[in-house]
């Protein structure tokens, strides 16, 4: 007997084709990764780059709904490749997305300092930073204001441990994160023989963000205030106007760490002995004697 074939109802197109161009997002966004965490190229391309992986997830997400109403409307195939090309892109929106809704919610200044009114200054960085970069020099009052009303508990730090141990602090703290140090000298003590003021410590350094790697410079003073010291920090962007609250953020944690190595380096000033009061002798009572009869 002849067999019937039951013609297979073919896949949606716009399915197949949402989830080509949502797989072939992830790759190209992942170039953009390398691309600027090794250095290859500047800082334009590469946001074009991972701009267009991007706008590809976009569309795949668009063609992929698109091709939901036609499989429910007339049944065919491809079910599973929209889907599937829904979820790839949703996953690689999902993090600017979250950054995009952070920088609606914060001013749009990217470099945060301590001290606006005496910003440490960059001096090593300003040689690193290319014409296209953002300028060294701090924007001035209007993001001061700006600052204050977005992070008011970015401000100086005071400790009690001297200088020289602050310093060493941040210097830990700055190892610690894996930052590359790029010009750092020590406090130094005035030295009234020589005609030399006291000397601030000072420490520039490269960090990196997180999943990009883009650059992000910083700038650590610590200037003695009597026994004491005060670290003022500056941490800015390298390029864009808005930072995505990163810069205040990596502020407050170096900030923390800092003070904690601190404490942990200052000398303890050891108990001072209570004396113990002598108690003068006792006097023995002397025997009454009898009177004579």
């Known amino acids: 007997m002849p067999v019937r074939r039951i013609a297979e109802e073919p896949a949606s197109r716009l399915a197949i084709w ?7 997002s992830l790759p190209v966004a992942l170039l953009a990764v390398v691309i600027a965490r090794a250095g290859l190229l500047e800082i334009v391309p590469v946001l074009a780059t991972f701009a267009a992986s991007l706008v590809m997830a976009v569309i795949a997400i668009l063609l992929a709904l698109a091709s939901l109403i036609g499989i429910w409307r007339h049944g065919t195939e491809g079910l599973g490749a929209a889907l599937s ?10 993090y600017p997305s979250y950054l995009a809704v952070r920088a609606a919610r914060l001013p749009e200044i990217s470099d945060i300092t301590t001290d606006p009114i005496d910003p440490p200054r960059y001096e090593r960085i300003a040689q690193l930073r290319s014409r296209e970069a953002n300028p060294i020099a701090y924007a001035g009052l209007y993001a001061a204001q700006q600052q204050k009303a977005a992070y008011p508990d970015v401000v100086p730090l005071e400790t009690d441990a001297s200088a020289q141990a602050t310093y060493d602090a941040a210097k830990a703290a700055i190892a610690k994160r894996h930052w590359q140090v790029v010009n750092d000298r020590p406090p130094m003590p005035p030295q009234p023989q020589q005609g030399l003021p006291a000397r601030d410590g000072y420490i520039e350094a490269v960090a990196r963000t997180l999943i990009m790697g883009f650059r992000d410079d910083v700038a650590v003073r610590i200037r003695a205030v009597g026994d004491g010291a005060r670290v003022d920090v500056r941490s800015s962007s390298r390029y864009g106007r808005a930072d995505f609250g990163t810069n205040a953020k990596r502020i407050r944690a170096l900030l923390d760490d800092v003070e904690d190595l601190a404490d942990e380096e200052k000398p303890e000033v050891p108990e001072r002995p209570v004396p113990k009061v002598k108690q003068p002798p006792q006097q023995q009572a002397k025997p009454t004697q009898k009177p004579k009869r």
């Open 85 to 94: 090309a829904i979820l790839i892109g949703v996953a690689l929106l999902a």
């Open 18 to 24: 949402a989830r080509r161009i949502a797989s072939f």
